[in-house]
């Protein structure tokens, strides 16, 4: 293949991270920029979700879900990279630094050769089946995403009474989607003692659209034969079991990182975040290929998506500059109730990572949370938080931790809740 025909920096991914990472690798004078987006449109999932609370952090502006996708391939376009949509990503095979990305698009299968690939694939939310919920198969259970694409892009109504199972913020966004449908909300489902998302939020919702948030409540029922008819859930204190007519059923959030394309291409998947392995600079455990986004960890908010696309974005052009330099990877283990940190690790010699990048997530509510980093036994910091709520961002700031000097790759350091 001829010089002229490779690819400075290929993104795989036109949602926020992926667009942000364009627009950043884009600053670069002279640097062939291509994006590969398997829709035939631009913007992720922004583009269904036809609701404030979008692009406060990165853009500086509270968009809805759509005005933010258009926003973003706006300045994408302004900064002119190639792009091919319709165009999935098969598998990366890298030979001496440089990246063959298979892909399979209308015009058949083709290689792209790159030397920086950004893998910005998102993720996704889970389906009845991934959480086991019992019962019949009729038609009408939904995930917020399909909910969303049903009644702002195609502009159909899909029922008329909906139960939503979750209460993460997405599942929030299902009610707003479902209020604008005209469906109304016979109840919320929370497994759990407490709803994921913030208390004034979820208070202020019910209050609004008047529906009850049933807490330590379980689906153990589907019922209905071509359509659902109701469902049944029990109280898992008490034991009761109620059925809850219905024709609809929200399963919102619990997100796995869409990670089918670094699976096939060989690359290290974090075995706590079940997303792709990442260092502080975005990088993955191959030389050259970065990710970002929601492919590193379940669902954050789209401006952290593209704030962590314009790191990665940023990041290529110092690998194609040779301005990267080599440090050692000292892991983060983390003790339960801390279900992870992203990324898992920090680099050393350290270098200076933005303030928003790392995140930890709990598996259970805790009150009065003191965390605390310990390296060799040492405290490097320390931070009292409150209660913490899974499901939610917390950040880490671990540009305040006092990292040992002579630090190496056969330390740990460790997180845990004191
Ligand atoms: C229903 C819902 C409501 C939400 N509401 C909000 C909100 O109000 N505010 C907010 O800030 N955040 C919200 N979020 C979170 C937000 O959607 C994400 O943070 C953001 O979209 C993540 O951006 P991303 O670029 O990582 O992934 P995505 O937006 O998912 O984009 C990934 C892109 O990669 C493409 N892709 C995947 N695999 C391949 C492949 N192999 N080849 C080529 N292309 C591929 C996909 O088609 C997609 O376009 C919501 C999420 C959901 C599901």
């Known amino acids: ?103 399979v698009s209308p015009q058949g299968i083709q290689i792209f050769r790159a030397r920086v690939v950004i893998i910005a694939t998102g993720c996704r939310e889970s389906t009845r089946h991934s959480r086991l919920l019992p019962g019949k198969r009729p038609l009408g259970i939904f995930n917020t995403g399909a909910l969303q694409q049903f009644v702002h892009s195609k502009g159909i109504s899909p029922g008329t009474r909906a139960v939503i199972l979750g209460s993460e913020h997405v599942s929030f966004s299902a009610v707003m989607t479902l209020k604008k449908a005209g469906i109304k909300i016979v109840a919320m489902i929370e497994p759990d003692a407490y709803t994921h998302s913030f208390s004034p939020v979820s208070w202020l919702f019910q209050k609004w659209y008047n529906f009850p948030v049933l807490l330590n409540n379980r689906i153990v029922g589907i019922n209905g034969d071509s359509r659902v008819s109701s469902i049944k859930v029990e109280d898992m204190l008490t034991h009761q079991k109620n059925e809850i007519q219905c024709d609809t059923l929200i399963v919102s959030g619990d997100f796995t990182p869409e990670v089918t394309l670094a699976i096939n291409s060989n690359l290290a998947i974090d075995p706590a975040t079940k997303g792709v392995f990442i260092d502080s600079m975005l990088q993955t455990d191959r030389k050259g290929i970065y990710a970002c986004g929601n492919v590193l960890h379940g669902a954050e908010t789209g401006d952290i998506a593209a704030l962590e696309g314009r790191w990665a974005g940023g990041n290529a052009i110092r690998y194609l500059d040779h301005q990267m330099f080599e440090a050692q990877k000292i892991r983060i283990s983390c003790e339960s109730p801390i ?43 320390k931070k009292n938080y409150g209660t913490l709520t899974p499901n939610r961002r917390i950040p880490v700031p671990v540009r305040n931790w006092k990292i040992p000097a002579g630090i190496s790759s056969r330390d740990l350091i460790h997180l845990s809740i004191e």
């Not at 391939?73 to 001496?96: A, R």
């Not at 940190?341 to 598996?363: C, E, R």
């Not at 003191?370 to 490097?380: D, L, T, Y």
């Open 1 to 103: 293949m001829s010089e002229q025909n490779i690819w400075d920096i290929l993104i795989v991914g036109g949602g926020p991270a992926g667009l942000s990472a364009a627009i950043a690798a884009s600053e670069r004078q002279n640097t062939k920029v291509l994006i590969c987006e398997r829709e035939e449109v631009l913007g992720g999932i922004p583009r269904h979700s036809d609701h404030t609370g979008w692009g406060t952090r990165d853009l500086r502006w509270n968009y809805s879900g759509p005005a933010y996708a258009k926003k973003l391939i706006s300045l994408v376009q302004k900064s002119g990279p190639t792009i091919h949509i319709g165009t999935t990503i098969l598998k990366i095979e890298t030979k001496d630094d440089l990246h063959d990305v298979h892909t």
């Open 339 to 381: 279900a992870w940190i992203s990324p898992g690790n920090i680099l050393s010699p350290s270098q200076t990572v933005p303030a928003f990048l790392y995140t930890m997530h709990v598996n259970q509510r805790v009150r009065n949370a003191v965390v605390s980093a310990r390296c060799n036994g040492e405290i490097i910091w």
